[in-house]
């Protein structure tokens, strides 16, 4: 087990090497420093000088790939690829346009993202799997027919209508909960509950649609045809063998999204103003401060890594059949 | 008579050249059986052939809006012609009348008086700060104000007749098509799509079109003489609006796939026919790029593209050309951000395909890779193809609204259910509230992407060999 799961580290890093490439290809061989520069100091200031300055103070006047003015080994460290770009991979993220270590930032926000992205997460689950499973227990009937199309319907409205809507309807019109903010402690629910509940509605259309074909599929196996023909009850077909079989590739399906959760949801938090990492990003992209955008690019990668080595495994938890070869 | 320049956006040449794709793609499927018998369920589905209906009359809107063209100015005779720097559609021609009526800020649907209050000069009074009178909307009422719900209803009963005299007509047509095409005589066109016996489902396409029209002539007819979504903080007409969002969203829905659609066919198949190295390469190229957030590439992209136009501003004549240029680059980004999905789905298929005896046989007989890839595994890949494509669609348009709002979408000086929303969403705040601008938009919106996925959902279960 364990040395499945260093291999599958070390299959890891080629990948996010290459992720640190395409990000660096994207930051600094499009465009140059000198018309990020020029951009970052708007029309009136611009004179070679300030834009060496500019260069200067952010470590981007060093040559890009190969110091040829150094010699020994920083001909490679002390370039814009090495300052910039590797150093990301010991955590090193360098700071933000307004001075501030972008990493220490990232620690701090990982929290109220997590507050809003994991009872979302959770709560949507569970809400979404037991509307499928109604909706596949009642198959072929009214039911059934009324249930997809609400789903196709719900699918085709914009996640901005949940949050524009949500947050006008009960905030402003009923005044229950506050419109948007954060605290923290325990009063922190009420800025939460909110954003999770439009999270969880907007997610239910398109989520119940797919789960429900997942236990349509599995109703359809000749494993449920042997339950029935032994006499057992519908319902006890339904929960003790459909449920449990159909749950395995809902599980590992999700499993790859469980490490993003810390990334949060930039709609949501910039909606609801809340102090975590999705509105830093929306706020990075606005400010167009690009070393933060790198970096939660950089971040968002490795969690998706960890997202896939994770489903790797969970798939040889729940299912005994596929071993670590 | 006015002179006028045609002007050619690339995005126009886009949108034309996937009409003409169409068209000969329709062609390719009259000539290959079994795409033909899968259209056909599609045409026998109710639902689909309903929606189709719909996403028609958007697609319609959409051409209508990429002919483009730049008004003579009036000059004097001998002069050298010279043409305005506004770049107008065929659309924007035939709304002349939206376009043209603006008021001064805000007023609601039906609304005879602005938003808010002004100081007016009332003859013999001095000056009142009341709320005045809109410019256009209503005008043709004078003094009559209080009679707009009369007046309006009169005129929607009045269009609504038309209405359904020109779908009268339709329905005739339709008829005489259907007992051309039916050699046995018992039943008369109508009757048979009256009892629904058509293979091809006329009954809801003439349902549904009855139903578009019964909406769209007294709006169009109405709109004439009232705003009949209300104006925006410029006062413009927000049904203009809406109508010019449309060509927006399509163009992101079709042009990304095109984009996306060469890389994922191509390297999909080879990573699969061909396995070895190249299967070893473009599964690392297509799992770096996936496993960046979509949304933060697409934001890294942007902004670099951003710099890049912004520091080249003598690449572009006009405002409409940097905006087209920029909605291109946005569909790029897209596509080069949403093509892995379809590959993986090719590679693995193409996988399967190549361990086939038939292609063992081709191999066998000498025939070579390229001639294979073509004559027998893109055939049988088609309906994937065709599925993932209209799947797409709709996910592309919602997502140019969230792109908008985070500031990383279209240019914010085009038009589009993106900056509509966006511009409308801090007017929630008012009092009264301002509600028209966000409604349209999402309603908009909310029609297109429910007739995509609805049609989508036919086309995948006429062609998922699976669903029979």
Known sequence: MLAYIVRRLLYALPILIGVNLVTFALFFVVNTPDDMARMQLGVKRVTPEAIQKWKVERGYDKPLLINAEASGLSTVTDTVFFQKSARMFVGDFGRAEDGRDIAREISGRMGPSLAIALPTFILGLLVTVTFALTLAFFRATAFDFWGVVLCVAMMSISGLFYIIGGQYLISKLWRLVPISGFGAGLEAWRFLILPVVIGVISGIGSSTRWYRTIFLEEVGKDYVRTARAKGLPETVVFFRHVLRNALIPILTGVVVVIPLLFMGSLLTESFFGIPGLGSYTIDAINAQDFSVVRSMVFIGSVLYIVGLILTDISYTLVDPRIRFE | ?468
């Open chain 2, 1 to 468: 008579m006015m002179g006028f320049q045609i002007v050619v956006l690339w995005s126009d040449v886009l949108i034309w050249l996937l009409v003409a794709a169409g068209v000969g793609v329709g062609f390719l499927i009259a000539n290959n059986p079994p795409l033909l018998a899968a259209w056909r369920r599609v045409g026998a589905s109710r639902v689909g052939m309903a929606s189709a209906t719909v996403l028609l009359v958007f697609i319609l809107i959409g051409l209508l809006d990429s002919l483009h063209y730049r008004a003579q100015l009036e000059s004097k005779a001998g002069q050298k012609a010279s043409y305005a720097v506004e770049v107008l559609s065929v659309l924007d021609a035939l709304a002349v009348p939206l376009r043209s009526r603006n008021e001064k800020t805000y007023s609601e649907p039906f609304a005879t008086r602005l938003y808010s209050k002004e100081t007016i000069d009332v003859p013999g009074q001095g000056s009142v700060r009341d709320y005045p009178r809109l410019k256009y909307g209503g005008k043709h009422l004078g003094e009559r104000e209080d009679e707009v719900a009369a007046d309006a209803g009169f005129t929607a009963f009045r269009a609504a007749g038309l209405a359904f005299v020109g779908w009268a007509m339709l329905a005739a047509l339709a008829a005489a098509v259907v007992a051309r095409g039916s050699a046995m005589a018992e039943a008369s066109g109508w009757q048979r799509i009256w009892r629904g016996e058509t293979v091809f489902a006329w009954d809801a396409v003439l349902i549904t079109f009855g139903f578009i029209l019964l909406c769209i002539v007294p709006l169009f007819w109405l709109a004439g003489q009232y705003h009949v979504f209300g104006t925006d903080k410029v006062g413009q007409d927000v049904l203009y609006q809406v109508l010019k969002s449309v060509r927006t969203g399509l163009i992101i829905g079709l042009v990304t796939t095109l984009v996306m659609l060469p890389m994922a066919v191509l390297l999909g198949i080879v990573a699969g026919y061909f396995r070895g190295w190249v299967d070893d390469v473009i599964q690392y190229i297509y799992t770096v790029l996936n496993s960046i957030p979509g949304v933060l590439l697409i934001a890294a992209a942007v902004l670099m593209m951003q710099v890049v136009i912004d520091t080249h501003p003598e690449w572009f004549s006009t405002a409409a050309e940097r905006a087209d240029l920029r909605l291109l680059a946005l569909c790029f980004i897209l596509g080069i951000t949403s093509w892995t999905g379809l590959c993986r789905l090719l590679r693995g298929e193409t996988l399967k395909l190549r361990e086939l005896e038939y292609i063992q046989a081709a191999q066998a007989f000498g025939v070579s890779s390229w001639r294979i890839i073509v004559r027998h595994i893109l055939p049988n890949l088609m309906h994937i193809v065709i599925i993932s494509l209209v799947m797409d669609f709709s996910g592309l348009v919602l997502a140019e609204a969230v792109l908008s709002y985070v500031g990383i979408g279209v240019d914010p000086t085009m038009t589009s259910f993106g900056t509509m929303i966006n511009n409308a969403r801090m007017e929630l705040g008012r009092e009264p509230v301002v509600w028209w601008s966000l409604a349209a938009a999402f309603s908009a919106m909310f029609i297109l992407v429910l007739a995509a996925n609805l049609f989508a959902d036919a086309v995948r279960d006429a062609f998922d060999p699976r669903a029979t």
